[in-house]
């Protein structure tokens, strides 16, 4: 069964800094690796979507990079602003086919950024 | 588009009472799913559909009906409410799940639901 980790739960760092947040799975036969973002008392908002042939994906200050051999992600947040402060979830889609390709979700990260 | 759209927004039970959480979405999605958030466990799934009249279960299906009568409408039944379903609701719907590896899900705002 695939199992999603991601450490730390929460990351308080100052308005400015680069920062990286980490996603481990353990089964790496994937079909796709997503990032979304849920703030407080809200849905998840896709972030960036990486196919299992793809290396990373990157969108505006975002980038996300996938090593399925060793069964990681990172999602690297450039210049952190307070609006960033949110909770970061990763979510794996498994390479079986048909209706089986559930997405498995981490626990998240909250981030908050200090002004 | 509203996109996908949820009700109620909070909902307090008592053990034993059923209800139906509603969901909508106006994309002409193939694909809608139920999940349910717990503190620090993520969203684990209950159903899903991959089209009208097309239900599955899915990790924590128990205690839980659900019925695709139509492609926007993906209703959630509590059937006798129990303490243990004290949780974060979530909707979400996409285009299509089996053929595309670039499909990502849309989710609703949630309902969060407290059984006493």
């Known amino acids: 069964k695939q199992e999603v980790t991601q450490i730390p739960a929460a990351l308080s760092v100052p308005e400015g800094e680069n920062l990286v947040l980490n996603c481990s799975f353990t089964d790496s036969a994937i079909y796709n690796l997503q990032w979304f973002r849920q703030d407080p008392g809200k849905g998840l908002t896709s972030l960036l979507l990486?196919?299992?042939?793809?290396r990373e994906q990157t969108s505006g200050r975002l980038n996300a990079s996938l090593d399925k051999s060793s069964g990681r992600s990172t999602l690297y947040i450039a210049a952190s602003q307070p609006g960033d402060s949110a909770t970061y979830l990763c979510a794996v889609r498994p390479s079986s086919s048909g209706s089986a390709r559930q997405l498995t979700f981490g626990s998240g990260t909250q981030l908050t950024v200090l002004p | 588009n509203a996109g996908v759209t949820q009700t109620p927004k909070f909902q307090v039970l008592k053990t034993g009472q059923s209800m139906t959480l509603q969901c909508a979405q106006d994309m002409n999605h193939e694909y809608m799913s139920w999940y349910r958030q717990d503190p620090g466990m993520g969203l684990r799934l209950i159903h899903y559909s991959v089209g009208a009249g097309i239900t599955d279960q899915g990790e924590v299906p128990n205690g839980y009906n659900v019925s695709r009568s139509t492609t926007e409408d993906f209703p959630l039944r509590l059937l006798s409410a129990a303490p243990s379903q004290t949780s974060v609701y979530f909707c979400a719907s996409s285009s299509s799940w089996a053929n595309s590896p670039t499909d990502t899900q849309y989710f609703g705002p949630g309902t969060r639901l407290t059984v006493l």
């Open positions: 990486i196919q299992s042939s793809q």
